[in-house]
């Protein structure tokens, strides 16, 4: 899998997070469609790159649909 370009990506944390900014993720649609998930606190450290079906996946699971 090629890493995506990242340098567009419009970072969006959830609402339901605390202000103090601890234990929190973003989330961001890639380029070519990929989802990307990174710890709020580190922007520049590692994230997480998932394909739009495995992503899909993971929400309806977790949202129990």
Not at 4 to 24: E, I, L, T, V
Not at 42 to 54: K, Q, S
């Amino acid at each position: 899998m090629t890493t995506p370009d990242m340098s567009r990506a419009h970072w969006r944390k959830s609402s339901r997070s605390s202000a103090s900014g601890s234990n929190c993720i973003e989330v961001a649609t890639l380029a070519g469609g990929s989802i990307g998930v990174r710890d709020s606190k580190d922007p520049h450290g590692p994230t997480l790159i998932f394909p739009t079906d495995a992503w899909t996946a993971f929400l309806t699971t977790v949202s129990g649909r």
